[in-house]
């Protein structure tokens, strides 16, 4: 159920389930004794309000040094500015913040939903692991399945697997968090090809923080965060004219942290050069600045979930 208190104002588009079983279920017989199931889901971002953000423990290389260092009116705001750019676009769906969860904010780690079927994150940081069940109940109520997932398997949900529009397949981190065997599960799951590839740089912990499929088969990403056959194997499936290779200070800064909506790029950060390469590209880049979600080692990507809606369904290539 979305959660209302999490919710800045009025005016938002919101997920409702309940009220879209309300207007669209049928009629004809209101003795029914069995509840009406939610509807199916639709296509919107899941996002968090940082009610209870910060940094209380240490996770990944961004979260050295910076044990309450977050000044929450300042992430409040950067998480706003987001929030309202991107709800220009797209619907935006909630999941109630819980207290004592500081990186629930981070929603693109909730799982994987593509139609009306989700995977759950399993968590390979302990410190996060109470967030699953929270981001499981969200999930249900929304009226997705959910897959059973292998207990032994770290998974971190869409911080280590993007699902490429142009191409039908999911593309796959690991190495940090997510294990290597979570791609062939995601495949057995979805029906759909997913492609492993190798993190090597710590600071690139997730997939998310230096990877970003496009549309129109257009990839941006950080080569270097990547081992020698991972990089072949993108070199394999995207095409040179549609890589947007960045370097190391745009991928330091989480560019390559992007949400995609409507041709618009949403990013933390962006040089001159990459500005221009999208924009010959065709895309917009939007910069909304999240220097206290950088602290935790997230930025605009991380702080969203793609839900594509149950009919977005790609059919799966090769
Ligand atoms: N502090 C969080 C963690 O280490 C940041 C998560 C960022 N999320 C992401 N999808 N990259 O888990």
Redesign the pocket.
Known sequence: MIDGRSMPEKSLTSFDAEAAVLSDAPRSDAREATPPRPAPPRRAILMCAPDHFGIDYI??PW?ENQIGQAALPRAKAQWENLRGKLAAHSEIAFVAPTPGLP?MV?T??AGLAIGDTAVVSRFN?KE?RPEERLFCEWFEAQGYSIAPWPENVPF?G??DALLDHARGIVWCGYGWRSGEEAPKHLERIFGRRAVALRLIDPRF??L??CFCPLSGGWLMYYPDAFDIASREAIRAIAPVEKRIEVGEKDALSFAC?AVEVAGRVFLNACSEDLRSRLLDAGFTPVVTPLSEFMK???AA??LTLQLPGAASKVIPRG
């Open positions: 996770i990944n979260m990186d981070f693109a780690n940081a996060r971190e869409a911080g912990y997730h998310d923080t942290n935790a080692g997230g990507k991380c």
